[in-house]
């Protein structure tokens, strides 16, 4: 960041968040490296498992809906509170889980909880920076969230060889409840989350602030107006659509790769959760940079680049033999990952009102989740029936379908924009 946009009391208040969201996915972040442990304790299938992930995926995804809806209406500090502490209870309560009936009710109470958090915290990190640095602003927010799934399968897979994976929900989730507690003691403290701020429209445009000349034609004026909007909507829907799926297809991906890793490429319970810290590694930097180069460069080219190196990485994943070149593969999902966060939240701010914020960043979310909960399973049954290559290989194929048709539409409003600006 510039040195106007950032003071040393800003960098304290986003360090905060970035604690805050690291703790929010500490817990949230075992499902996935458990799943090896979860499958051998219940004898399930690869369909079951993709279902038993599923369950914290898809209530996590439902949750954001009515999260985003009160966030905007009672401020985000208590819907944060309860994607803290919230989650911290349901996580104990997995781990007394003692049969799969219980173990998916535990987890589905764990997803609704931890709902609260990603559609409250974007709107006060940006709130807190000027429009130059917002993208750069969420890409350290991410660092929170991706240091926290870094560290989650190394410290859990080290508890669950020692305890039981039941003890490694357990013994993360205190910690996790007494930031979550202090969190929303100091937000309170600090007069933050109560009710979002205001943001001048001049702030969120980048535009002048001085009010436009009168227009020659109201009618005229208005018909373009209601035009501009319809096109906006489109492009928003398309953009939401386009970065939903790529979450959902990274995101299910990424719930079978302790299973590759173990049972496709032969690799011990602790070198498949060394893959996943992998993975999630990229987002110390990725994101960052993703929302670095989204201020300067659009948000739009961002995502789409992005987005885009998925289709290779979910089609030669399982293609290839194992190599180096494996991880290489591995790592670009936690690029695509956590590349698409802060270009995806900067444009969704700044294409929204105020009032609807978080209302529209939890259908985001929720498209992302709930989609990949519904995704993983498909690919489970798909590996239950010809195998993790060609299961992958239709994943792959059928992204690239969806990524085409909702970039097409993307391109498609951003020329009729152009358009707009010279008539």
């Not at 995804?61 to 809806?69: D, E, N, R, T, V």
């Not at 991410?142 to 080290?158: A, C, D, E, K, R």
């Not at 060889?161 to 507690?181: D, E, H, I, K, N």
């Not at 300067?296 to 293609?319: A, E, H, M, N």
């Amino acid at each position: 960041m510039s040195a106007k946009g950032l003071s040393l009391r800003l960098v304290g208040f986003i360090t905060l968040f970035i604690l805050s969201h690291f703790s929010h996915h500490l817990l949230t972040a075992l499902v996935v490296p458990m799943l090896p442990f979860i499958r051998d304790s219940f004898g399930l299938t690869y369909a079951a498992t993709g279902l038993v992930a599923s369950a914290f995926n898809f209530a996590n995804g439902l949750g954001q809906l009515p999260a985003g809806w009160l966030a905007d209406r009672f401020g985000p500090r208590t819907l944060m509170t309860v994607g803290l502490a919230g989650v911290a209870l349901a996580g104990a309560l997995v781990g007394f889980s003692t049969n799969v009936f219980l173990l998916v009710v535990f987890l589905v109470l764990m997803g609704l909880a931890g709902g609260g958090y990603h559609p409250s915290a974007p709107p006060i990190v940006v709130g807190a920076v000027g429009a130059a640095n917002r993208g750069r602003a969420l890409g350290f927010h991410v660092i929170g969230g991706s240091l926290s799934h870094f560290i989650s399968p190394v410290i859990g897979t080290g508890l669950a060889m020692a305890w039981g994976w039941r003890g490694a929900f357990l013994g993360t989730s205190l910690p996790v409840f007494l930031f979550g507690v202090f969190f929303f003691l100091l937000l309170g403290r600090l007069g933050v989350g109560t009710r979002v701020k205001t943001v001048a429209p001049a702030a969120v445009t980048g535009g002048s602030s001085e009010m436009p000349d009168a227009p020659a034609s109201p009618h005229l004026d208005l018909e373009k107006s209601r035009t501009g909007s319809r096109r906006q909507s489109v492009r928003l829907t398309a953009f939401i659509l386009l970065t939903g799926t790529a979450a959902a297809f990274g995101q299910a991906c990424i719930t079978f790769i302790p299973l590759i890793m173990i049972d496709y490429f032969a690799i011990g319970e602790q070198g498949a959760a060394l893959t996943l810290a992998i993975v999630y590694s990229a987002g110390f930097w990725a994101a960052p940079l993703s929302g670095y180069l989204s201020d300067k460069l659009g948000r739009v080219s961002v995502l789409v680049t992005v987005s885009s190196l998925l289709i290779p990485v979910i089609g030669l994943v399982t293609f290839i033999p194992y190599s180096p070149l494996t991880y290489i593969l591995m790592l670009g999902f936690g690029i695509t990952l956590f590349g698409r966060m802060p270009a995806s939240e900067a444009f969704i701010f700044e294409n929204t009102s105020e009032e609807r914020r978080s209302t529209i960043l939890g259908i985001y979310y929720a498209i992302g989740m709930s989609g990949g909960a519904i995704v993983a399973p498909l690919i489970g049954l798909g590996v239950d029936t010809h195998g993790f290559r060609a299961a992958f290989g239709v994943a792959a194929v059928v992204y690239a379908v969806l990524f085409a048709a909702t970039t097409g539409v993307l391109m498609l409003t951003r020329e009729r924009e152009a358009e707009a600006r010279e008539t």
